[in-house]
């Protein structure tokens, strides 16, 4: 993606070819001045039926969405292009737009067109954007993906140093349709894995971060960047700015907030407020995330584990399609937020714990609480709406049936006896709700609901006596022009003449072209007037149906006007109860998850882990959820194993097991299958496994599989180097680290040596819990010298020359690698299976014959201490270049160029 431009919310530029010139059309001079004060976003001008666009907008926008470019008048010589979308699919086209990154503004006629025509036929309507509509701000159901939530992120920076070295961030960020809104204040390290967890829909900050060369790269990455001016980050103003959006007098009621997290925060409600044009959503008051209250897991780990979804982008096959049971919405907008933000508050979890297992053990109260919730609707993105003014009448029966569903499900629920605080405080919720809201709602409310209020008719008959009136006397009309088609047939013998309705004309007298004449001739001319002739049939009207048509449109509008008010009445109920619902809401997305997981317990057999402030983690017959998911669809039992990487008695470090095992023996699921045991445990839900232990882990860093990153330029093993580095700088003993194959991208001896050199500083300067997968069976010599590496493998068979896979995890190191067997089965053929094998003898017997042993390397000997310093200055000043180096200091790629140029001037030495 190219480097976004600034958007200028406040303050329009005026293009270069905005200038009008003499001669343009009031409408087009409407729609430039409108233009300019929007830059930076297509506009959806409003025309009728459509919502036309010009110009260049014209050209992106056809290109988009595949729609015919047209033009319509001249401007400065040139045909304009124009193309429309009609009103009832702008939805589908405002989504193709924004998917793409664009921003639309929506420009409707504020005013009917017989207002503007009564100030003289030139006149334009008037006009003006309502609305712009961003990635980040959207409400609308058929914009938003229901199970996700969809998060408008602003970050603000501040250098604490004056030389500018430590940055700190405030990040605040909003689900608009939802009204979640939370805060919290990282360091650069954190900022990615932050952005990682939350996946923003639009990301806003400063024209400064914007175009800060450290962070350029991060913004390229992300769908959608949106850069503003310095004002909106203004902190000087950002207290007055967020305390005026919740009209409070001081944030002191929002917590103990950071100067860095009010100007995000501010940012993020300046920027709904200019987006919304005055509209304000029921926004939550900002809920201060404490720093390192969930587990971090950055971008690399998160993708690596397919944790929301699969490394081809899929959600099918990732590890929430497979946990997901839950019933709405927003439970499922809950199960993925709780997934992508493990927590490391030992109490938050257990409290968690407690509500699954709860439902796990009250199998009629979890099947009650699923089918009660099954019928709940939306309730938080219907009162956004209703807030936004956009909502309809199928909003406000979300409402009603939410309430209603809260209600019952409270007392549905009230006989869990000792009901676990979580369970208890979401009931709490649900009652508090006031139910008479729901049932005036249920009162008004027809059977049979319009999406949008502007079609009627969904007010229930008897709810209001002045719209039933109403309603008889526009329907008695109807009647009555439906007996005035009897007598004109009558009157004229034209059996087939009908009396029609259209935009156009209003009602109309409609005859076929045959029997027109008649009509036209007199006497009959005397009360048919002639409006318009078609190809078959000519259309008249008359004095008395034009009389008819103005009471029953009279009638019509009342009726319309008064279910209108009635609407907006009903409307001023839900907002006023918005905080209430807007919980009951919350507490029934965690009801949902809470029942939801223990469903998913109940079935797939997982178990309570216990998850406390040791440094334990210790796991008995664990299991992948999703290969085990994957493999039960075709009758295949999956091999449970355990692992234990706490520390030895007294220690204050974890264990490293290193894992062996040729390929397809199940050494990257056994890895993966932990690191999964621990996200699931700390999100409060139970895992897979027949007993879980784990001393919470506070980062989680996974490294597994090569995949080139070819949009960065890094080639597989620049970009293997590059995570390896990151674990290795930022893992403390808290952390659990997952490395696969580390080295395998490059030459076996470098390879060997990177991997070698690595588990020697996780085992002595992270002393963090790991898993160490690999294919050089060299390491396992390292288990004599280090004393919490252990070694173990996954055991095979041979049979008749094939291998069979066990899938079991057990003490000790491969002997072999199997790699031809394996090749076998994936179907060489034949003749270079053969030739393998002969080459394989070839090279295994040179190797037994090598004069030197791995071992006996310098390198590689597990008491490896430098050379004696040579005589020779060349290995002088080898040493002093080898002492020059600092690796803290170093990025991973100058600390690759620096062993290049070390092995350059080895070689140079050699041939001294
Ligand atoms: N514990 C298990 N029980 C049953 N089947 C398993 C188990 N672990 C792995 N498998 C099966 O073996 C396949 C290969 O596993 P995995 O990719 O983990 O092997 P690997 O040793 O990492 O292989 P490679 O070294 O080639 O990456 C899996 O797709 C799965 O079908």
């Given at each position: 993606m190219s480097q976004p431009q600034t958007i200028g919310l406040s303050e329009p530029e005026t293009p270069p070819d905005a200038t009008p010139p003499e001669k343009l059309s009031p409408m087009l001079e409407q729609y430039i001045e409108i233009k300019t004060a929007n830059p930076g976003s297509l506009l959806f001008y409003r025309m009728g039926d459509f919502y036309e666009l010009f110009f260049e907008d014209a050209e992106v926008a056809s290109r988009a969405l595949g729609i015919v470019l047209t033009k319509r008048g001249k401007h400065q010589g040139q045909d304009i292009p124009m193309c429309g979308v009609p009103i009832h699919r702008s939805d589908e086209y405002l989504h193709r737009l924004i998917a793409l990154g664009h921003r639309v503004a929506v420009c409707e006629q504020l005013e009917d067109p017989s207002e503007a025509k009564?100030?003289?036929?030139?006149s334009v309507v008037k006009r003006d954007v309502v609305r712009l509509v961003t990635p980040g701000t959207l409400t609308e159901d058929t914009l938003l993906d229901a199970r996700r939530n969809n998060y408008l992120l602003a970050i603000a920076r501040a250098r604490l140093s004056s030389v500018g070295t430590e940055t700190r961030f405030g990040l605040a960020w909003i689900d608009m349709s939802t009204g979640e809104f939370r805060i919290t204040e990282c360091d650069r390290i954190m900022l990615s894995a932050e952005i990682a967890r939350l996946e923003p829909g639009e990301i806003l900050i400063s024209d400064s971060l914007n175009t800060d060369i450290e962070l350029i790269p991060l913004w390229r990455e992300l769908p959608a960047v949106t850069p503003l001016g310095r004002d909106v980050f203004d902190s000087a103003t950002a207290e007055r700015r967020l305390t005026s959006f919740f009209a409070v007098a001081t944030s002191d009621g929002f917590g103990a907030l950071t100067r860095l997290e009010i100007t995000a925060a501010a940012a993020a409600v300046t920027y709904i407020e200019r987006t919304q044009i005055g509209q304000r959503p029921p926004l939550s008051p900002p809920l201060r995330e404490a720093v390192a209250s969930t587990m971090a897991i950055d971008q690399a780990t998160r993708g690596n584990l397919e944790l929301m979804r699969t490394l081809s982008g899929e959600r099918r096959g990732s590890l929430l399609d497979c946990i997901d049971r839950t019933v709405t919405s927003a439970g499922s907008r809950l199960l993925a937020q709780r997934l992508s933000a493990p927590l490391t508050d030992v109490n938050a979890i257990a409290r968690r714990l407690d509500a699954v297992a709860c439902f796990v053990d009250d199998v009629a109260a979890r099947a009650d609480t699923r089918s009660r919730l099954a019928a709940a609707p939306d309730l938080a993105r219907a009162l956004t709406r209703i807030a936004l003014q956009r909502g309809g009448p199928r909003d406000l029966a979300a409402v009603r049936d939410g309430i209603a569903a809260a209600h019952e499900l409270a007392r549905a629920l009230a006989a869990i006896k000792d009901a676990p605080d979580e369970i208890a405080d979401a009931l709490g919720h649900c009652r508090k709700v006031d139910f008479a809201l729901a049932d005036e709602l249920g009162r008004a409310l027809g059977d049979e609901l319009p999406l949008?209020?502007?079609?009627?008719?969904?007010v229930r008959e008897g709810y209001d006596a002045a719209l039933d009136d109403n309603r008889a006397l526009r329907d008695e009309s109807r009647r009555v022009i439906a007996a005035l088609q009897a007598r004109y047939a009558d009157e004229t013998g034209v059996k087939a003449l009908k009396i029609k309705h259209n935009n156009v004309l209003g009602y109309f007298v409609e005859v076929t072209a045959l029997n027109a004449d008649k009509m036209l001739q007199p006497p009959l001319n005397a009360t048919f007037i002639h409006r318009q002739t078609l190809a078959g049939q000519v259309r008249f009207t008359s004095t008395e149906l034009g009389e008819l048509e103005a009471k029953i449109a009279s009638a019509a509008d009342r009726a319309l006007g008064l279910e209108l008010d009635i609407f907006e009445r009903l409307c001023a109920a839900v907002i006023a109860q918005g905080n209430a619902i807007k919980q009951c809401a919350e507490a029934l997305a965690r009801l949902d998850v809470a029942s939801s997981l223990a469903a998913l317990a109940a079935e797939r057999g997982f178990a309570r882990p216990l998850v406390d402030d040791s440094l334990t983690f210790a796991i008995e017959a664990g299991r992948h959820p999703v290969v085990e998911q994957a493999l039960s669809r075709d009758g295949t039992p999956f091999v449970a194993n355990d692992s234990d990487l706490s520390p030895p008695t007294e220690a204050q470090a974890g264990r490293i097991w290193l894992i062996t095992g040729p390929?397809?023996?199940g050494k990257s699921t056994f890895l993966r299958q932990n690191a999964l045991i621990a996200i699931l445990a700390q999100m409060g839900s139970f895992v897979p496994a027949k007993a879980a232990h784990i001393g919470v882990i506070d980062r989680l860093f996974s490294r597994v599989g090569a995949a080139d990153d070819l949009a960065r330029g890094r080639s597989t093993f620049m970009v293997e180097m590059v995570e390896t580095a990151a674990i290795l700088n930022q893992a403390g003993n808290r952390a659990l680290v997952i490395l696969d194959e580390?080295?395998?991208?490059?030459?076996t001896f470098d390879g060997l040596s990177i991997a070698w050199a690595t588990v020697e500083h996780l085992h002595d300067i992270n002393t963090c819990r790991a898993l160490f997968a690999t294919h050089y069976h060299e390491l396992t010599a390292l288990s004599a010298r280090l004393p919490r590496l252990h070694n173990v493998t996954m055991k095979v068979k041979e049979w008749k020359g094939d291998v069979v896979f066990l899938h079991e995890v057990v003490a000790g190191a491969a002997d072999r690698s199997y790699g031809i067997q394996v090749a076998k089965l994936a179907g060489l053929p034949p003749s270079v299976i053969e030739r393998a094998k002969v080459v394989l003898a070839k090279l295994e017997q040179e190797d037994r014959a090598?004069?030197?042993?791995?071992?006996?390397l310098p390198l590689f000997a597990a008491n490896y201490q430098p050379p004696a310093p040579s005589s020779e200055p060349t290995h002088e000043r080898l040493i002093a270049a080898v002492a020059a180096i600092n690796p803290d200091e170093m990025s991973p790629r100058e600390a690759m160029e620096a062993l290049y140029n070390l092995k350059a001037r080895l070689r140079e030495t050699d041939k001294q």
């Open positions: 009564k100030r003289g036929s030139k949008i209020k502007r079609d009627g008719s969904f390929n397809m023996a580390i080295g395998r991208g490059t030459a090598a004069p030197k042993g791995f071992e006996d």
